[in-house]
T-cell receptor
Framework: GQNIDQPTEMTATEGAIVQINCTYQ??????LFWYQQHAGEAPTFLSY????GLEEKGRFSSFLSRSKGYSYLLLKELQMKDSASYLC????????????FGQGTELSVKP | KAGVTQTPRYLIKTRGQQVTLSCSPI?????VSWYQQTPGQGLQFLFE???????NKGNFPGRFSGRQFSNSRSEMNVSTLELGDSALYLC??????????????FGEGSRLTVL
């Protein structure tokens, strides 16, 4: 089976840095993904990690440790528009390669 | 390039009825996945189609079914609707099945309310 855990809610201040953690258990890991979903909108792709380490993309970075079953999404210089749900997802080849999502972390950015 | 298009965007049904939702993927994308999103359960995988074949299926009852046409457009059907089927149904397309980049492109969803 597969289990993906991430915090339900987080609050941070505009201009600050926030780290959203994700832990997973899978038998056929083949990549971890982060998506952003604003209220009432479709999820949009943020990042992809398949090897250990940090992937940086502008204000957003994502880290993966396969041995620990752990990832985080780091958001720097927070802006009000970053208020959204952040979804961690894992592709598992033991389940046919489908993408399985965590419940999402609702991030609120305050002024 | 047009994005993923889902129709209808909103619909209201009563218990026992059936519903069909449609999804047109991005041009050139051959894989279509369907997800159910609810506040309590998050995004739950329903099924994935590639080249008119179901490649993967989630843990949903047989009332949930789908198909894909030769032009990659996909439909999903829910029969004998229950109150608990009220949800946002999201369709996502990608170039190929199990595309390693993981970049699924989602539509805006079809919001189903069952009364």
């Amino acid at each position: 089976g597969q289990n993906i855990d991430q915090p339900t809610e987080m609050t941070a201040t505009e201009g600050a840095i926030v780290q959203i953690n994700c832990t997973y258990q899978t038998s056929g890991f083949n990549g971890l993904f982060w998506y952003q979903q604003h209220a009432g909108e479709a999820p949009t792709f943020l990042s992809y990690n398949v090897l250990d380490g940090l992937e940086e993309k502008g204000r957003f970075s994502s880290f993966l440790s396969r041995s620990k079953g752990y990832s985080y999404l780091l958001l720097k210089e927070l802006q009000m528009k970053d208020s959204a749900s952040y979804l961690c997802a894992v592709r598992d080849f033991s389940q046919g390669g489908k993408l399985i999502f965590g419940q999402g972390t609702e991030l609120s950015v305050k002024p | 390039k047009a994005g993923v298009t889902q129709t209808p965007r909103y619909l209201i049904k009563t218990r026992g009825q059936q519903v069909t939702l449609s999804c047109s993927p991005i041009s050139g994308h051959r894989s279509v996945s369907w997800y159910q999103q609810t506040p309590g359960q998050g995004l739950q995988f329903l099924f994935e189609y590639f080249s008119e074949t179901q490649r993967n299926k989630g843990n949903f009852p047989g009332r949930f079914s789908g198909r894909q046409f030769s032009n990659s457009r996909s439909e999903m059907n829910v029969s004998t609707l229950e109150l608990g089927d009220s949800a946002l149904y999201l369709c996502a397309s990608s170039l190929a099945s199990g595309d390693n980049t993981g970049e699924l492109f989602f539509g805006e969803g079809s919001r189903l309310t069952v009364l």
